[in-house]
């Protein structure tokens, strides 16, 4: 969400930050967004100008009665009469007004920062580092080719009980896939200093709100439509309110774990170091913007499992956290030794609560290029004003947003793609890397 202020104070800054971020005509956006705030204020006023003089009228018509001045009297209850009115009619501009503001500023992008390179798309990004030397000898085969010859990648049997984008695995496959999650939490839960969580997968709007997927983003998500005695079970004296409430299946653990925070005024001792949390979830994505893309194997699914890792910080300490956080998912991949490079991306790129977003890329020889496993980003103040989330500094009345940051440490799928496309051998089986062996019983192959 924007400051109001701001916008009011700096508009030609929202003008050339949206503008940068591919919006169409931001300066008749902008000249809407201040219209719209003049009207609302204007209703305000008029509203608290008209309270004022109905309460005083009110006082007036006592004395007048007192006075026996009827004639004074019923005057003023005329005026009172009238200014009630004006007070409805202020107020009824004011909600809707106030509604359509909100709407619209909600449906707006976070600003970059300004070291965020300009760009329209993808080919914008700017690449920072590589780790890794890309693996282009030997055999080269697609995971989902690889998967399906060991007997233990099964897409046919998904589709006929979910549809497309889904899938089964079994055998040592589904256990390195555990493995693999396991591994990332803890790592970094021991290692890095991440608060291990395990959250709600499903949650009501407010949460989605706050975290930027809605209003924007509706149509790539589950949505769970509740019905009275459909989902749930109703207990006993529970209104429809409590049992029909729609809610969303997670897309990422961002959702669940930034919203801890929601409503919350945290103390500037609580953020003396940023608070760090983690969860390994399964996500949900209904992907409806990417038809065509990755349609078989394990890349683009509607379910799969994830790792994220959240922070929480005060203004002057994200900059950091955000180098830090890229830092715990890059180490990771280094770990599993999987071939990497960390992409900054460009304004045209970057998701839509992002004020700043680093990628990494591992390398898939099927492909012979690298694809993104990890996105890590700082939202600044952005979803903190959408949640309302705050900190109070020692000494002072006033409080200020904090500084939310979100960042996957892996998506657990597309680094199973990874490990089985890097680490595969002439004979069709998969290596185990080093680190995950004493997850998998110590075996070093997966195959037979």
């Given at each position: 969400?924007?400051?109001?202020?701001a916008?009011?104070?700096?508009?030609?800054?929202?003008?050339?930050g949206w503008?940068?971020?591919?919006?169409?005509?931001?300066?008749g956006?902008?000249?809407?967004?201040?219209?719209?705030d003049a009207?609302?204020?204007?209703a305000?006023t008029?509203?608290?100008d008209?309270?004022a003089k109905?309460?005083?009228?009110?006082?007036?018509?006592?004395?007048?009665?007192?006075?026996?001045?009827?004639?004074?009297?019923?005057?003023?209850?005329?005026?009172?009469?009238?200014?009630?009115?004006?007070i409805?009619?202020?107020?009824?501009?004011?909600?809707?007004?106030?509604k359509?503001?909100r709407?619209?500023?909600?449906a707006?992008?976070?600003?970059?920062?300004?070291?965020?390179?300009d760009?329209?798309?993808?080919a914008?990004?700017v690449?920072?580092?590589?780790?890794g030397?890309?693996?282009?000898?030997?055999p080269?085969?697609d995971?989902?080719?690889?998967g399906?010859a060991?007997?233990?990648l099964?897409?046919?049997?998904?589709?006929k009980?979910?549809?497309?984008?889904?899938?089964?695995?079994?055998?040592?496959?589904?256990?390195?896939?555990?493995?693999?999650g396991?591994?990332?939490?803890?790592?970094?839960?021991?290692q890095?200093?991440y608060l291990?969580?395990?959250?709600?997968?499903?949650v009501?709007?407010n949460?989605m709100?706050?975290?930027g997927?809605?209003?924007?983003f509706?149509?790539?998500?589950?949505?769970?439509?509740?019905?009275?005695?459909?989902?749930?079970?109703?207990?006993?004296?529970?209104?429809?309110?409590?049992?029909a409430?729609?809610?969303?299946?997670?897309?990422?653990a961002?959702?669940?774990?930034t919203?801890l925070v929601?409503?919350?005024?945290?103390?500037e001792?609580?953020?003396a170091?940023p608070?760090?949390?983690?969860a390994?979830?399964?996500?949900f994505?209904?992907?409806?913007?990417s038809?065509?893309?990755?349609?078989?194997?394990?890349?683009r699914?509607?379910?799969?499992?994830?790792?994220?890792?959240?922070?929480?910080?005060r203004p002057?300490?994200?900059?950091?956290?955000?180098?830090?956080?890229?830092?715990?998912?890059?180490?990771?991949?280094?770990?599993l030794?999987l071939p990497?490079?960390?992409?900054?991306?460009c304004?045209?790129d970057?998701?839509?609560?992002?004020?700043?977003?680093f990628?990494l890329?591992?390398?898939?020889p099927?492909?012979?290029t690298y694809r993104?496993?990890?996105?890590c980003?700082?939202c600044?103040?952005?979803?903190?004003?959408r949640?309302?989330?705050?900190?109070?500094?020692?000494?002072?009345?006033?409080?200020?947003?904090v500084?939310?940051l979100?960042?996957?440490?892996l998506?657990v799928?597309?680094?199973?793609?990874?490990?089985?496309?890097?680490?595969?051998q002439?004979?069709?089986r998969?290596?185990?890397?080093?680190v995950?062996?004493p997850?998998?019983g110590?075996l070093t192959?997966?195959?037979?």
């Amino acid at each position: 969400m924007h400051d109001i202020r701001a916008i009011r104070e700096n508009p030609q800054v929202y003008v050339a930050g949206w503008s940068s971020r591919g919006v169409d005509e931001a300066d008749g956006l902008v000249a809407d967004i201040l219209r719209l705030d003049a009207e609302l204020r204007h209703a305000q006023t008029t509203g608290q100008d008209a309270l004022a003089k109905r309460n005083a009228a009110s006082k007036l018509i006592g004395a007048a009665m007192g006075k026996k001045d009827m004639a004074e009297a019923d005057r003023l209850k005329a005026e009172v009469e009238a200014l009630k009115g004006d007070i409805a009619a202020a107020a009824e501009i004011e909600a809707r007004v106030g509604k359509e503001l909100r709407d619209l500023l909600a449906a707006q992008k976070n600003l970059a920062a300004e070291d965020v390179p300009d760009g329209e798309d993808e080919a914008g990004n700017v690449e920072v580092s590589t780790w890794g030397e890309p693996r282009r000898t030997g055999p080269a085969k697609d995971h989902a080719d690889l998967g399906e010859a060991l007997g233990m990648l099964d897409f046919e049997a998904a589709a006929k009980m979910s549809g497309a984008r889904f899938a089964v695995l079994k055998g040592l496959l589904a256990r390195l896939e555990r493995a693999v999650g396991q591994f990332m939490l803890d790592l970094q839960t021991d290692q890095h200093g991440y608060l291990e969580v395990n959250p709600p997968l499903l949650v009501r709007h407010n949460a989605m709100y706050g975290t930027g997927q809605l209003p924007k983003f509706e149509e790539d998500l589950f949505k769970i439509v509740g019905e009275e005695g459909a989902l749930w079970q109703a207990p006993a004296g529970a209104t429809r309110e409590m049992v029909a409430a729609d809610r969303y299946l997670i897309p990422t653990a961002e959702v669940s774990l930034t919203n801890l925070v929601r409503d919350a005024i945290l103390s500037e001792d609580d953020l003396a170091t940023p608070m760090r949390m983690t969860a390994l979830t399964p996500c949900f994505r209904a992907e409806a913007g990417s038809a065509g893309r990755d349609t078989r194997g394990l890349i683009r699914q509607h379910q799969f499992s994830k790792v994220e890792m959240v922070s929480i910080a005060r203004p002057e300490d994200s900059e950091a956290e955000h180098e830090r956080m890229t830092a715990c998912a890059e180490a990771v991949l280094k770990a599993l030794e999987l071939p990497f490079r960390r992409m900054l991306l460009c304004k045209g790129d970057m998701g839509f609560s992002a004020q700043k977003t680093f990628d990494l890329e591992v390398w898939l020889p099927s492909q012979g290029t690298y694809r993104e496993i990890s996105s890590c980003s700082n939202c600044g103040d952005f979803q903190a004003r959408r949640m309302d989330a705050r900190f109070k500094r020692a000494g002072e009345k006033k409080t200020e947003f904090v500084h939310t940051l979100n960042g996957s440490g892996l998506a657990v799928g597309r680094t199973l793609v990874a490990i089985m496309e890097n680490y595969q051998q002439e004979d069709g089986r998969i290596a185990v890397p080093t680190v995950l062996q004493p997850y998998m019983g110590g075996l070093t192959h997966v195959g037979a």
